[in-house]
């Protein structure tokens, strides 16, 4: 997990307060690991900027801006990311998630330019608290990482 100070981001993340909400992230990320009995414990990297984001954006292997104008759907991104040998072995798969107001259309192009992709959830826009969530659930499911095995 990134957590982005995106332009339209309204909470700030500096100081004291940037340590205590990310020991706070940490620590729900962890609690959530050890329930779903999970072998590893997901990081919460420091907060970022844009440019940090960028920086991300460059070192990823796909990065992904869920945005309600993109054509493409998630899943149909994801699967010819897969299908051109993306999705043979563990990678990382950057799904950015903008804030409440929406990702600008400078930061769009800037990602872009940086080699993201835009891709829609679905029909309806959700809240920055769900979306994150929800694509991690359809990635990990299109991409193999939920796969049954036999008991």
Same mark, same amino acid.
């Given at each position: 997990m990134v957590p982005w100070q995106s332009e339209r981001s309204i909470v700030r993340w500096k100081g004291d307060r940037a340590a205590k909400a990310h020991a706070k992230w940490q620590s729900v990320v962890t609690a959530a690991a050890k329930q779903a009995r999970r072998s590893w414990v997901p990081e919460v990297r420091p907060a970022v900027d844009t440019a940090g984001l960028s920086a991300a954006v460059e070192a990823a292997d796909l990065?992904?801006? &869920?945005?309600?104008?993109?054509?493409?759907? &998630?899943r149909s991104v994801l699967e010819g990311w897969q299908a051109g040998g993306g999705g043979a072995e563990p990678r990382e798969v950057l799904l950015i998630v903008g804030p409440e107001g929406g990702i600008s259309p400078r930061e769009v192009t800037r990602l872009c330019?940086?080699?993201?992709? /835009?891709?829609? $959830?679905?029909?309806?826009? &959700?809240?920055?608290? /769900? #979306?994150?969530?929800?694509?991690?659930? $359809? #990635?990990?499911?299109? $991409?193999?990482?939920?796969?049954? /095995?036999?008991?």
């Open positions: 990065a992904v801006i &869920l945005h309600e104008d993109a054509v493409r759907p &998630l330019d940086k080699g993201a992709v /835009t891709a829609l $959830l679905g029909n309806h826009v &959700l809240r920055s608290s /769900t #979306a994150g969530p929800a694509a991690v659930v $359809l #990635a990990s499911d299109i $991409l193999g990482r939920w796969a049954a /095995t036999a008991p």
